[in-house]
């Protein structure tokens, strides 16, 4: 599907049928607006795209951070999105037309790679909203997502800062610091709304 028509009308239609998935289903979207430049820019910069094969996006919503990866990563690079709401696969669709976005939730990733001819991949960016996923979703896809990379691969995901209010937050934490060799944050990302930061997690590279 194309995009129609740009500049501010189409970020503000964007925005409004964010903000209406947020009322019909507020926990699986995580947030009542998509993420802002500044916060798309840092994760895609920290992604570190432009010289790996393979990049998975779990949780495209209205394809913001979809369309900087397709602008930083190499022309050569296998990419695809998931993402569990039909309506934003169509306007990540809309937003990115070039973009493969599988209707999916996050822990097919691997059957998706397969489907590409890969058995891993090199970066895995996410906003899948972990906070108010339950203690064994959050398993199930962390486990998945570790798989699925590649030794040396990174696993990007950011997080509100309010969030660490709550314990899911803090459960999340406590697994990535597990099951990754090296986990570090970003600054905060203050003009984001909510404010949020990054975790970027390595996966060691093959001995
Ligand atoms: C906080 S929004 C982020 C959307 C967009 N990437 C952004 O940064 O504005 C979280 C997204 O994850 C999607 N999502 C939630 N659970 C999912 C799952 N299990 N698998 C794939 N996508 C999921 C939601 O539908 C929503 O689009």
């Not at 500049?7 to 289903?25: A, D, V």
């Not at 994760?43 to 990049?55: I, P, Q, R």
């Not at 050569?76 to 599988?102: G, Q, S």
Request: with cysteine; net charge neutral; charged share 20%.
């Amino acid at each position: 599907m194309k995009r129609t028509n740009t500049g501010i009308e189409t970020e503000l239609e964007y925005n409004l049928k964010f903000f209406t998935q947020f009322i019909f289903h507020p926990t699986k979207t995580g947030a009542i607006l998509p993420s802002n430049e500044k916060l798309c820019e840092l994760m895609t910069d920290m992604a570190d795209l432009g010289n790996v094969s393979t990049v998975v996006e779990l949780g495209s919503g209205t394809g913001v951070i979809t369309e900087k990866i397709l602008k930083k990563k190499s022309p050569d690079t296998k990419f695809f999105a998931m993402e569990i709401n039909p309506t934003f696969v169509e306007a990540t669709l809309r937003r990115c037309p070039d973009a493969t976005v599988y209707q999916s939730s996050a822990e097919n990733a691997r059957f998706y790679l397969e489907v590409n001819g890969e058995s891993g991949c090199d970066r895995i960016v996410s906003s899948l909203p972990w906070s108010t996923f339950n203690s064994e979703t959050q398993e199930l896809i962390l486990n998945s997502v570790y798989e699925t990379l590649n030794p040396g691969g990174k696993f990007l995901t950011y997080a509100y800062s309010l969030g660490l209010l709550f314990p899911s937050a803090w459960r999340l934490r406590r697994l990535l610091r597990s099951k990754f060799d090296k986990v570090v944050k970003s600054s905060i990302v203050w003009s984001n709304i909510p404010p949020a930061f990054i975790y970027i997690c390595e996966k060691a590279p093959a001995k």
